[in-house]
């Protein structure tokens, strides 16, 4: 978690602020300084919004930098084992190495009809498409301790508009998750896992509803 150059700066620091208590005992551990814990929640307005039963159709959503190291390419590989069931992935994000890349495995897994790559968008145009959807989606590969101990934005910015959860088996994103249930955790390096995952999630749209709800006022 810490290279050389933050080493250094310890020296010089009394306290560290960290977004999730998981993180701050196991950096505890390690250093001899006193923590902060703020919640890497998203500012929210006292706007009320409408949170949709989930149709036939289950609606999925991805938003942030899309690559191999996000897990997006083992997405795309498990859903092209799921041709005979309804829904639909949306993307919204920057593209490593390029868009190509993508639109050409879409292609290859014959998923034009449900999935959809988009660039990215202001957060105010985000947030309005998100409303619409049903589960967003928490992707990234347990390649780093920063990414283990992680509390990502778009975790929070998806509860803000009331979406089910689909999340990585982290320690911190797995305990938001079950403790409230409010979604689905996967190993996005096993594409069996992830397969399975969805397919608890597609047949499990009666139970969408109530977990959007608990996502929504959970963070307000």
Known sequence: LIDISEK???RQISYIITANEVRREFMQKRLN??????????????????????????KFLYQGGVST????DNILKAMSELQDFSFLFEIYGMYQPNKKKYIDLVKKYDLEDKVFLNDAIPIEILEEKMKKMDIGVVSILNTSLNNYYCAPNKLYDYMKAGLVILGPSFPHIKEEINENNIGFTCNYEDISSIKNTFLKI?????NLLEMKKRAFVLYQ
């Open 8 to 10: 250094i700066a310890l």
């Open 33 to 58: 300084k006193k923590f902060i814990f703020l919640d890497n929640y998203p500012d929210f307005s006292l706007e009320k919004i409408k949170i949709s039963k989930t149709n036939d159709i289950v």
């Open 69 to 72: 190291h996000r897990g997006i």
């Open 202 to 206: 597609l047949n499990s749209k009666k």
